[in-house]
């Protein structure tokens, strides 16, 4: 427990923890609601708003913040346009995203390296107004996933259903894609750009697997993000490799391991039967 006696170490499990807590429980709507590249998406128009930050000396994680609430946004409205094809909408703002933050990084040459930390993550460089950040934006989630729970519940499984019995689906769906942008964005210290939704993704995908009920996916995909968040810190201390990498990887671990636990768990049963 040498490390937990260094500040940046402790934050970065207060960090990690908290994001793990609201990311995975993020994920688990995402996956049931088909929208699992939403969280790809956002990350890279997140990278807009931070390559614009540096080019315009202002704060890169509060214009990464908003612009990423600003494309959950958008996704929400092109959606409605493409009501057939609603998965072009993700490929729209990503390419809108990814256009302006290249064009902004060629256009501050002099400050490229400051991208690396937004590309892959930086935790254990987490500063005060980003744990504050994260901390804020797990309230309003964990606020917003409790109070709403039964409508987005309904919502994820049959939007028209939620539609019919009065439901503001309109509405609910707006305030889901903009609390998804948040979350999306606090992410990024912790593993990245390029590795956000891994920590969005896996342990809803496993949680989903093993998971009896839904009420049941997201305790375990919290569970499992703790876990893979800080075994992955604590391995990235021991091995001093980068934080957001390890991180995806063991959570890539626990995915593949707990599928072939339960292939096995199942073909075990049977055999007995």
């Known amino acids: 427990m040498e490390m937990l006696h260094y500040d940046f170490m402790q934050r970065a499990f207060c960090a990690g923890g908290i994001i793990a807590l609201i990311a995975s ?29 540096i080019y315009l000396h202002v704060n890169p994680t509060l214009t990464g913040f908003a612009t990423a609430v600003a494309g959950a946004i958008a996704v929400e409205y092109v959606r409605r346009a493409y009501k057939t094809y609603s998965e072009m909408s993700v490929a729209i703002i990503m390419v809108g995203g990814l256009s302006t933050a290249v064009i902004l990084m060629s256009l501050a040459r002099a400050t490229n390296k400051s991208f690396t930390s937004y590309l892959f993550g930086s935790v254990v460089a987490v500063n005060r107004t980003e744990l ?15 109070f709403m729970r039964r409508p987005l519940y309904q919502m994820t499984f049959d939007e028209e259903t939620a539609k019919t019995n009065g439901l503001p689906v309109k509405w609910i769906s707006l305030g889901f894609s903009v609390i998804t942008g948040m979350i999306v964005a606090a992410s990024i210290p912790i593993v990245g750009v390029l590795l956000v939704s891994s920590l969005i993704v896996l342990p809803a995908a496993l949680a989903i697997r093993i998971a009896p009920s839904f009420a049941a996916a997201l305790v375990i995909s919290m569970g499992i993000g703790l876990t893979g968040v800080f075994s992955g810190l604590a391995a990235s201390y021991q091995l001093s490799t980068p934080p957001g990498g390890t991180i995806a990887f063991v959570l890539l671990i626990l995915l593949i391991a707990g599928i072939g636990i339960r292939k096995a768990t199942l073909k075990f049963k049977k055999l007995q039967s």
């Open 132 to 146: 504050l950040l994260m901390g804020a934006v797990a309230l309003v989630g964990g606020a917003f996933f409790y």
């Open 25 to 53: 429980a993020l994920g688990v709507y995402l996956m049931l609601r088909r929208q699992a590249l939403m969280a790809d998406m956002l990350s890279h128009v997140s990278l807009a708003g931070v390559a614009a930050g």
